[in-house]
């Protein structure tokens, strides 16, 4: 097990700087499946339409991998990311986490595994306006039962990690797109998640800031080992994944298609 | 109710209906003019119905206190008129002999001799004013205090007004209507028959059939109850009994005698008041000197409308601060609407909406809110004003006044004109600075810029350029308001205005503008600074920290210096504390609280996370809760503001209630140390009332001391004061010349030697060389020239010092909070002008304010001897009870002893207490009606969170990503609730605190017995009880919040 060490601080910018690696705390053998959804079915009821969600849809994910979904938009890629995360709830099927079914959890379970074992990265970045940089990368620590010394710290760190260092006590109206992203996956990454959800992490970045964003995103999945399953409409970004996961029409259509 | 604060509610309506169609006029023409816009606007009424609904309560609140304010006043005006007019019949017109002895102005003593003149007087006023059309009546009576004892059951009434009516009452009195319906012809009445009023009938348990004993002068008369008819007398405070004008000589040996001419006039109310008032002179030309010529109808309208215009001021006063804060709430409602609609405002403009036009539908959706709040607000208020005088009347129900719930249609207009304007005001200025965006931030959502100021120039031709160049009157309207609010916002003009207000304030003594000037001045000085930092380019978080902070703390400084304080430092005159500095001071103190509290929020913030950085598992909660309430300053220095004033009204209310509860009425210095007190009528004395209770078997060594009084009403006069400023009315000068000369008329007590020799009373000050209270006592026992007096009249003078003579009978150079004074010399008279006896009585005592229920001048019998020849009748007499003994047996027992003589005892301390229960009631009715005002912090609180959980729904997704458990979501909504609510309550408490401290501390100087003991079982209650109503206010949106699905709310846009 290796720890994070003490950064430097770094100059502010868009581009991340070098910094030690981020380790999730007990990393399981590689070839162990980190996320298994099967034959999952989502249906939304609006009142007057039912809409179809996920249909039938079967993934398997490994530990370490990054994986990328894509597909046209309606398909379902927010959908199956919501449902993995626990974030919303299936009609039908099985979704496991490490091993463990969704479906035999309770409420409380599951945001305790959300809070000690994932991270989030979301498009439009939905930090907490009112928090400054390094309050909203301390807060899933907080939660998570860390002691307020140590939170901060290790959210100091992980500012450091993303090259924010200098920018720790702006609030989040005071950082540019790219800042607020960098934010995002601090707090994300800072509670050392073995996993990490990102929905369209670069859809309302300019082209380089997206590609400063995913290099710093693959860097963090080669170093500490982490499981990334990243929602995207971009190719480029697709590219960078180990691996794409096709879906339409609430399905996966190509499931294993490995670009590395 | 005539008047509002000495202003005429007809005039109050016509302008207040003018304004109000006005408004609605120019808000139709531009509605007229772009429908489109009142379509649009409209719209958004239905769009969300809980908070239209919530919105529509924040709004009609103000509605509903002007309204249950002018309920309450309405009620007590009519119900006042009723009891007042219901004893006069059809009487218009009184006159009555002018007795030297017997004032006829202020409160009726009637326990004194009615004066009587021949019924030869009635004729020759008949003869002389001959055939005059407006009259359409006259008749003579006679009217007596007297004892009555039913035979049958009995039981007395020792004090009952005995009147006399003459065939001829007929015409003035009209029928009387009998208890069980119907009316009773007064010349009906026959020799040997007496009818009773419902009071009378109570007290005695008589009914018709029965045989009722009149005792005058200790002769007894047996009469047969006739009938019982409603309550008739004019103050309900003593029972009314009628029996025939000659059998009423005949009991009293005045044949041929009446005490009052009454006349009946023609015509409906206003046309009988103009005759009376027409009539007046010419009676009292025909009359001479030695009468008195009473619009009898007209005072009594007069005296029911003061009473109904003292509750609505007193109401309405109270109420000041509650609509102060639902003028904030409205502030606060039309921010969180701009808030919620604040892309679609940026979407509208960057496609080209004015701004005019976003401030236009604004309005129209504001005024739409308004004209439905304000009906609901009245019709709501109505119900609250009419519940609270249920609870009045219940509190007086003791002493027979019958409140009738009424309101004026008239009232009823000016409440809803009122509220309506009031709101509409607050909404087209929140809606002018609502509209004023950013667009690009409107619609990315962002926090706005701050704006570049513009410069004076372009503000100063502002209106001009709209007026003349593009011809918008609105727009310059606009522009003006904004120019007058720059140019108030910069610290040299209001400066400016602060300093003429202090000066004005200074050397016209008035407090109100004298204060309101220091305050502006303070906020002025603030604002230069804010100025000066910003030509010192210091950044604008950091100038509006420190001017803020300034002006905020300066505020604060200045109103916590105890009263007086510049008077004693600098010689500012002792302006006192009226109701209006105290409203200017809880304002301008919650303000200075608020703005240092808000413009340095971010050490609150760090002292707090400090403070809960070793919570655990609760600090991201706390840490939330407090972080968004702090970030959004203007709605939180809103609501904090909300919750501050109306729990520091209430604070202070609560401090000086309690210091009614520590006067104890059964404490010595509050009755003399005697137990029982017992009047008895002025024309049925008691010869020898010691002697006889010796001789009495159930009395006899009951009691250690029995002493005696007569209350004679006196002229008095300080030589070398100036005469009053205010002048005296025509009538009293009239009756009272000596009134303008600077007599004024109080009460003397002229006391025998046993309660010289005895009384327990308790001096505040003792002229120099007495040693002792009893010292005083005694002295005045020896030398009858000399007189204690009570704390009044030194409060009077002291209050009045400097400022010229009042109506109201004051002794200067007497400090009332030292503990020696220097022997005062006092002229008294005998009312009724030149020739009266006169002379000089030497003030060596004053008694302290624990004596406050027997207020007068303290002379002895010797004095009253040189004023009166043959002996002064006692007619109060005080008993003090033997150790062991049960005062309330031995009030029965003299009851019954001196059951013909009309003596009615009471147990002093029972007496005394009823009387401070009907006070405190009242403040508590009024503590209660300013706990309404609570409910516009508490709406305030629920407006906050429902738009909060809608604001903030993404980031609730996000905290449950995150690991926000269900409840922790709800507590941090709860707990952000809590922080705002407890910090503007906490403020609240303090200032309170603070103010009610020193308000003791200044009363105290004057009682010194006051101590400032705040009721803290009750300020914890008012906390508590405003803490958990704003809590259920939050629970509903926290619980909402927490059961949002993570996915579901992280899809929201």
Known sequence: MVHATATPSVPATDSPARAPALVPPALAPAQSLAVEARNVYKTYDTGAVKVVGLRGLSLQVRRGEMVAIMGPSGCGKTTLLNTLAGLDTIDSGEILIDGVPLQTMSDRQKTDLRARRMGFVFQFYNLLPVLSALENVELPMLVSGTGAAEARRRAAETLAVVGLSDRASHRPAELSGGQQQRVTIARALANRPAIVWADEPTGDLDSETSNEIMDLLCRLNKENGQTFIVVTHSPEVGARADRIVRMRDGAVVDPDRPLR | ?1053
């Not at chain 2, 109850?225 to 005045?254: D, G, K, N």
């Not at chain 2, 604004?362 to 009245?378: Q, S």
């Not at chain 2, 003791?398 to 249609?409: C, D, I, K, R």
């Not at chain 2, 509220?419 to 004023?436: C, D, E």
Request: hydrophobic content about 50%; aromatic content about 8%; overall charge neutral.
């Open chain 2, 1 to 1053: 109710m005539a008047t509002l604060f000495g202003v005429s509610m007809d005039i109050i309506m016509g302008v207040t209906l003018a304004l109000s169609l006005i408004v609605i006029g120019v808000v139709g023409l531009l509605a007229w003019r772009r429908p489109i816009l009142l379509r649009l606007a409209l719209r958004n009424v239905p769009r969300r119905r809980a908070q239209t609904a919530l919105i529509v309560l924040g709004l009609m609140l103000a509605t509903l206190l002007i309204t249950a304010a002018f309920g309450t006043g309405d009620t007590m005006t009519y119900s006042m008129r009723q009891a007042f007019t219901a004893s006069l019949g059809n009487t218009d017109l009184t006159v009555q002999q002018l007795n030297p002895q017997i004032p006829m102005d202020g409160p009726p003593d009637l326990n004194q001799a009615t004066p009587t003149f021949a019924g030869q007087e009635l004729a020759t006023l008949q003869a002389r004013l001959g055939g005059d059309a407006r009259i359409a009546g006259w008749s003579g009576t006679l009217q007596e205090m007297t004892p009555l004892i039913d035979t049958t059951t009995r039981q007395a009434a020792g004090q009952t007004m005995l009147e006399g009516l003459g065939p001829d009452a007929q015409a003035t009195a009209g029928n009387l209507t009998l208890l069980t319906g119907g009316p009773l012809a007064v010349s009906a009445l026959r020799d040997g028959e007496i009818v009773l009023d419902k009071a009378a009938a109570d007290k005695l348990g008589a009914q018709a059939g029965d045989t009722v004993r009149v005792v005058v002068a200790g002769r007894p008369q047996d009469l047969r109850v006739r009938a019982v008819v409603l309550a008739a007398s004019p103050s309900t405070q003593f029972p009314v009994a009628f029996v025939s004008l000659s059998q009423m000589q005949a009991l009293y040996h005045l044949p041929g005698q009446i005490s009052t001419i009454n006349l009946a006039l023609q015509g409906d109310l206003p046309a009988r008041l103009a005759a009376g008032t027409a009539l007046a002179p010419q009676l009292r030309r025909l009359l001479g000197p030695g009468f008195q010529v009473d619009e009898a109808r007209q005072s009594a309208l007069t005296g029911a409308d003061q009473i109904g215009n003292i509750f609505t001021s007193i109401f309405v006063g109270t109420s000041l601060f509650s609509i102060a804060a639902g003028v904030l709430l409205i502030f606060l409602v039309f921010a969180m609407l701009a808030a919620e609609r604040k892309s679609e405002m940026g979407m509208a403009r960057a496609v080209g909406t004015q701004r005019g036009h976003l401030t236009q539908m604004f309005i129209f959706e504001g005024l739409a809110y308004d004209l439905g709040a304000a009906a609901v607000g009245t019709a709501l208020g109505v119900l609250v004003g009419f519940a609270m005088v249920g609870v009045i009347s219940g509190l007086l129900g003791n002493y027979g006044f019958q409140l009738v719930p009424h309101m004026e249609l008239r009232s009823i207009v000016v409440a809803y004109c009122l509220g309506m304007l009031v709101t509409f005001f607050t909404v087209a200025i929140s809606a002018a600075r609502v509209s004023r965006l950013n667009i690009v931030a409107a619609i990315r959502d962002l926090p706005d810029a701050p704006r570049p100021e513009q410069r004076l120039r372009a503000r100063l031709t502002a209106p001009f350029r709209l007026l003349f160049g593009e011809f918008r009157p609105l727009g310059c309207l606009g522009a003006l308001f904004a120019l007058a609010g720059s140019l108030l916002a910069s610290g040299p003009i209001s400066g400016g205005l602060g300093a003429l207000l202090l000066a004005a304030g200074w050397v016209g003594k008035n407090g109100f503008l004298f204060h309101t000037g220091a305050s502006l001045t303070i906020i002025a000085i603030g604002l230069t600074l804010r100025w000066l930092l910003r030509l010192g380019q210091v950044r604008p978080a950091r100038r509006d920290r420190i001017a803020y902070s300034v002006m905020g703390l300066g505020l604060l400084a200045y109103w916590a210096l105890p009263v007086d304080t510049l008077h004693h430092w600098i010689g500012v005159p002792a302006f006192g504390a009226g109701i209006e500095i105290f409203f200017v001071g809880g304002m301008m103190m919650v303000a200075g609280a608020v703005w240092t509290i808000i413009y340095n929020s971010d050490l609150l913030l760090g002292l707090l996370t400090f403070a809960l950085g070793r919570v655990g598992r609760l600090r991201p909660v706390l840490k939330t809760a407090v972080a968004y309430p702090m970030a959004a300053t203007f709605r939180t220095g809103m609501a904090i503001a909300m919750f501050a004033l109306i729990m520091f009204v209430l604070i202070v209310m609560s401090v000086l209630t309690q210091l009614n509860a520590q006067f104890d009425p059964a404490k010595p210095e509050a009755t003399g140390g005697y137990q029982i007190q017992a009047t008895v009528p002025f024309a049925n004395p008691i010869r020898d009332l010691p002697a006889q209770v010796a001789a009495n078997p159930a009395l006899q060594g009951q009691f250690t001391a029995i002493a005696g009084e007569t209350l004679l009403p006196l002229q008095f006069h300080q030589p070398g004061e100036p005469p009053p400023l205010q002048p005296y009315s025509e009538e009293d000068l009239r009756n009272n010349p000596g009134l303008a000369a600077g007599w004024h008329l109080y009460v003397a007590r002229v006391v025998d030697p046993a309660f010289l020799a005895d009384n327990q009373f308790k001096l505040a000050v003792r002229a120099r060389g007495y040693a002792s209270d009893r010292a005083v006592w005694d002295a005045i026992a020896k030398d009858p020239t000399l007189a204690v007096v009570d704390s009044l009249p030194v409060l009077v003078g002291k209050s009045t010092a400097g400022l010229g003579s009042t109506l109201e009978f004051g002794i200067s150079g007497v400090d009332p909070a030292q503990p020696v004074m220097d022997p005062v010399s006092i002229a008294w008279q005998l009312p009724g002008g030149p020739g009266s006896p006169t002379g000089h009585v030497t003030v060596i005592g004053v008694l302290s304010q624990d004596a406050s229920f027997y207020p007068g001048m303290y002379l002895s019998q010797a004095l009253a001897a040189r004023i009166m020849p043959g002996p002064l009748p006692v007619t109060n007499y005080f008993f003090r009870v033997r150790p062991g003994t049960d005062p309330a047996a031995l009030r029965r027992a003299l009851g019954s002893a001196f059951l013909e003589s009309g003596l009615e005892p009471v147990v002093l301390a029972d007496s005394l207490r009823q009387q401070q229960a009907v006070g405190d009631g009242l403040t508590g009715l009024l503590q209660g009606f300013m706990m309404l005002g609570l409910l516009v912090g508490i709406a305030a609180l629920g407006v906050i969170s429902t738009r909060a959980v809608v604001e903030r729904r993404q980031q609730i997704g996000v905290l449950r990503a995150i690991g926000y458990q269900r409840g922790m979501v709800a507590g941090s909504f709860l707990l952000e609730s809590s922080f705002v609510a407890l910090l503007g309550i906490g403020i609240g408490v303090v200032l309170g605190l603070v103010l009610s401290y020193n308000l003791v501390q200044f009363l105290a100087k004057d009682q010194p017995t006051l101590q400032f003991t705040p009721p803290w079982l009750e300020i914890l209650g008012i906390v508590v009880l405003a803490y958990v109503a704003s809590l259920l206010t939050t629970i509903l949106p926290a619980r909402s919040a927490a059961s949002i699905y993570p996915a579901e709310a992280l899809r929201y846009i």
